[in-house]
């Protein structure tokens, strides 16, 4: 907020100006009934004070507009920095923290808190402003004119004042908890969009929709404790500025038959009630603004000061003065997923000792779950990779940076993740953005994709690399999608390349394809390759089976065909069901 300060200061300067205008309209009113009451009043009597009432009015237009942009604008500066900060330390944060939060949840803080937040640093501060210079410049001018009449309109006030605190207080509780049903609420509606086909293929609309009728439901009840409260308060501020009205008419009537008072001034004193109320009523809304924003920037804080789950950074890596690549050490390698209520038992891998020179190729088979993209997963420290299990040139890779460390790594999942954006936009990520508009970038991209095997047929896309690909890569075959993903792979420039299950969707024949083609257009480099297929990993100088959370088997594909074991039993079932 102290970036913003000046636009706030002039803004209260703005709203200073403001309520001195209605006063002044206030006063004129006054001053222009009792001049046209007095005895030698003629027809023209009020002309300079109606003249004088319409000059101020038309001021009031142009000062009340500047006050709300000048604090508007700070408002939707202080969202669009909460909104940068939040998303950019989101990209920075790790599996552990994207397994705890759900997506439903997060969008949700990025849209419903954020706008609390901008209420509060707009509409909020505007309104502090607005009761604040009212309420003192009305009840002065009413002290200045009655203090009997002031005391019985400020009681009301107070009262109202008081009841506002306690009731909001009330409605602060179930609004936490509205938000925090409306994160869940969010969750279900991305996890149904997600699962759409699931739920259509398997016709489970009913059951889905039951689910999210309960949370609804939650969500409803919730809100209907809040509207109720609401709901009553605003009738009661209002009554309090009739009963205001009623004791003024109730104290000044006598007095003006007394001739203490003139009709001016009580006319004056309906006009300051008329000046202080509007503010006094939206008081309730505006604690409530602040009762919403104050979770709200809670819950916004929590991810914006998250921080990654890293060791520091104190490990080096040294470059071979060979300018070879580096070598990868895999030295008792352990990992297990946190245990809790959900995973009581959860999976492990352990003992895993693997060494992989520059330029070594190395295949990782193992029965279904025995843990290859856990492993493949733990390298690349997308998993809580624990501290001397793993070094690249003797350089402990935990403690290395982590920006720097995956500098050496590029790495095709098991499930292509494509972005609903181009052919190209796709590639591009693979490589840093100053290099996308070079001039070479293009030729990099086609031999990317014809090494991944992609057939770039115009006929099937005229577009070439400008071909849209829909959410996730929807308007793609699985076994396009995993090419392109495996193209992405291979673009980028790194030492070792860790390739999950990327050939399952593709024929035999283009598997031996690009298998030829990684030999080439990645020589020299390291590769480690998950697969279920034997035929895509024989070629490796080493392949390691997994069973049991650790090594089961381990050695070249001559000798493993040799042992009685999974993969003996594999090789020849496949090699008995070339088709499948
Ligand atoms: N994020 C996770 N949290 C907890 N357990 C997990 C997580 N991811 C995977 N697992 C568990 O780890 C085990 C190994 O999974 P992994 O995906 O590594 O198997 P895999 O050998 O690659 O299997 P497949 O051949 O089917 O691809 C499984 O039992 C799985 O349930």
Redesign the pocket.
Known sequence: MVPYLWWYLAGFAFIVFTQLLAVGIINETKNAIDAAGAADATARTVVPYVVRIALFAVCLILVRTGSRLLIFTPGRLIEYRVRNDFYSNLLLLQRDFY?KHESGDLVSRCSNDIGFVRAAYGFGFLQIANVSVTLSLGLTAMLMMDLQTTIFVAIPMILSFAFIQISIRYVFTYWRRANEQLGSLSSLCLASYKGISAIQNYHAEPAVTERFSESNENYLETMSIVTKVRSFMMPMVQAVGNLSIFLVLWFVGPKIVQGDLTMGQITAFLGYIGLVMPPLLSLGWMLNVFNRAIPAMERLQEIITAKPTLLPAESRYEKDPSGAGPTMVLENLHFT?TSDEK?PN??GLKDVDLTVPPGKVIGIA?P????????LETILRLNDLPADCLYLNGADCARMDLVEFRDHFSFAP?KAWLFSTTLRRNLLMALDYREWERPGTEARLLAAIEAASFDLDPKVFPLGLETEVGTKGVMLSGGQRQRIALARALLKPADVYILD?VLSAVDHETEKRIIRNLKTFAAGKSFLI?S?RISAIQWADEILV?GQGGVAQRGTHETLIQEPGFYRDIYQYQAEHPDE
Not at 368 to 375: D, E, M
């Open positions: 397994e997923f995973n959860p999976f193992g279904l779950g025995s843990g290859k993209s856990v492993l098991q299950d998950a279920h997994l």
